[in-house]
């Protein structure tokens, strides 16, 4: 958990980032462009000032879970993981940065990340990913260690970002679907389930199923999904459904695409989304530029709206018949 506090507006974030140690207090902290922890060093560093920083390793998993969730600018990941248990995040105040730590923290790192130019930039990397392929090195501005806070025989989850599914995710897909159904039901109607495909990362592809009620229905869902920042970042693939289809079913979806969708007329393009320097798909060329952008596929695998309705019936039974049929012969089927 990484730390800091805005300095214009006060409120406190905290967000996952990797750290590096090069001596014995300095480390390197890498940080995806477009993340508040980004934001927030970058705006100390406008005033010519180092960005006060804390490091938690080993901490509540309520809040490692928190951390790495898109939470709205403004809004605390300890207030989004108090809402979650009902009551507040108990922290005491970092005797050097002033920022409010977890109390119960295994260790705790507190320092500055330094303005870039005062120090040489240290090379950072590679490291691992989450998606599944080693990240390059890269060089990053140090951040200077001022004091270690620890318990003694501190415990440490042990939680490599390996190949999905992923344990240390702690059901990240799952939250960021609600967040998604959540976003969607406050302007689109009729939609029926979401589903972040967690075998594409967290965040590469996701399902939603609706029914649809104007001509434009989906593709309207979709783009408010794309435009969101709680969901837009390296998201590849935007599948719309129609509500008789079980997003978390990858059977039926992909029933769907085969069937309900011909990729001439059902596949639109948009260029220029946020990305990321982690994504392994990213060319030489724009990595050079620091361009960390890519497209995002939005798939209509929905019935045509203006000849759904004589659309060819499916042989498949009703989930009410269905479930009469198991009902009355249950383990027999």
Known sequence: M??????????????????????????????SPG???????????????????????GQDPLLWAASNFPVPWGLSEYDYAGGLRGKPVEVVEGPYSGLPLPTHAEIVLE???????????LEEGPFGEWTGYYHPSKSQPP??????????????????????????????HIRRSATVWD????????VKGVWFMEGGTPYGGIVISLQQAWPSH???????????????YML???????????????????????????????????DGCWGSPVDPRLSPEKRERNEFTHSCAIVLAC???HWKDSYPPAIRSTPERIREIQAKWGDRI
């Open 111 to 121: 320092g500055e990340f330094l303005p870039p130019g005062q120090e040489p930039d």
């Open 236 to 270: 590849r693939w935007i599948i719309m459904v129609d509500d008789d289809i079980d997003p978390t079913d990858w059977l039926q979806v992909s029933w769907a695409l085969n069937t309900r969708c011909d990729p001439r007329e059902s596949l639109q393009i948009v």
């Open 35 to 57: 993340r508040h922890t980004d934001f927030i060093r970058k705006k100390y560093w406008k005033r010519g000032e180092s960005c006060p920083v804390a490091v938690s390793c």
């Open 218 to 232: 989906a593709l309207h869902a979709a783009l408010k999904v794309l435009g969101s920042y709680s969901t837009a």
């Open 303 to 305: 019935k045509p709206y």
């Open 183 to 190: 976003l969607l039901d406050r302007e689109i109607p009729g």
């Open 2 to 31: 990484v730390i800091t506090r805005d300095p214009e507006e006060g409120w406190i974030n905290y967000g996952t980032g990797r750290v590096q140690i090069h001596n014995r207090n300095t480390v390197t902290i890498f940080l």
């Open 143 to 172: 951040v200077k260690i001022r004091s270690v806070l620890y318990r003694n025989d501190p415990i440490l989850q042990g939680s490599p970002p390996l190949l999905t599914p992923l344990d240390y995710a702690l059901g990240r």
